[in-house]
T-cell receptor
Framework: KQEVTQIPAALSVPEGENLVLNCSFT??????LQWFRQDPGKGLTSLLL?????REQTSGRLNASLDKSSGRSTLYIAASQPGDSATYLC?????????FGKGTRLHILP | DGGITQSPKYLFRKEGQNVTLSCEQN?????MYWYRQDPGQGLRLIYY???????QKGDIAEGYSVSREKKESFPLTVTSAQKNPTAFYLC???????????FGQGTRLTVV
């Protein structure tokens, strides 16, 4: 059974710092991995999608990497801003189900 | 504009009642999903559907039912058999396969 783990569960960093969020999964037979952002009481916003054949994807200050063989992904956020404060979730898909980690709650200190 | 619409945003249910949560998408997506989110537990899959008139149970289907009579609609019924229904419910859709998933804004259900 696929399990997705995100470490740390919560993180506070001063504004302007670069940071890395981690995601690991137990079954490497995935089609893709997706990173989402969730603001309190809201739905999920898709940030980046990495196909299983890809190593990384970039969007603005965000960069996500995927190492399928080791079951790991990282989300790198450059020059963090207070508006980046949110919960970040990773999810893996095998085409039918989408399985989520519990998320990392990020707080950027002004 | 295109997207996924969940309604209502807030829903209150009395003990013993069934309630239905609406999820509509105009993205022409084949696959649709229902998740439940509780504090500290992440998202758990309730039901999913890859095509019209077909759906499968997720990890926590007991006490829930769905239908997929139209491609754009995937309503979720929370029945009286669900013992702890108070939660935040999220609907998602995708083209299926290895494509990107998109989410609605959620429905917060409270049992009173």
């Amino acid at each position: 059974k696929q399990e997705v783990t995100q470490i740390p569960a919560a993180l506070s960093v001063p504004e302007g710092e670069n940071l890395v969020l981690n995601c690991s999964f137990t079954d490497s037979a995935i089609y893709n991995l997706q990173w989402f952002r969730q603001d309190p009481g809201k739905g999920l916003t898709s940030l980046l999608l990495i196909q299983s054949s890809q190593r990384e994807q970039t969007s603005g200050r965000l960069n996500a990497s995927l190492d399928k063989s080791s079951g790991r992904s990282t989300l790198y956020i450059a020059a963090s801003q207070p508006g980046d404060s949110a919960t970040y979730l990773c999810a893996v898909s095998r085409g039918d189900k989408i399985i989520f980690g519990k998320g990392t709650r990020l707080h950027i200190l002004p | 504009d295109g997207g996924i619409t969940q309604s209502p945003k807030y829903l209150f249910r009395k003990e013993g009642q069934n309630v239905t949560l609406s999820c509509e998408q105009n993205l022409n997506h084949d696959a649709m999903y229902w998740y439940r989110q509780d504090p500290g537990q992440g998202l758990r899959l309730i039901y999913y559907s890859q095509i019209v008139n077909d759906f499968q149970k997720g990890d926590i289907a007991e006490g829930y039912s769905v239908s997929r009579e139209k491609k754009e609609s995937f309503p979720l019924t929370v029945t009286s058999a669900q013992k702890n229904p108070t939660a935040f419910y999220l609907c998602a859709s995708s083209m299926g396969g290895n494509t990107e998933a998109f989410f609605g804004q959620g429905t917060r259900l409270t049992v009173v």
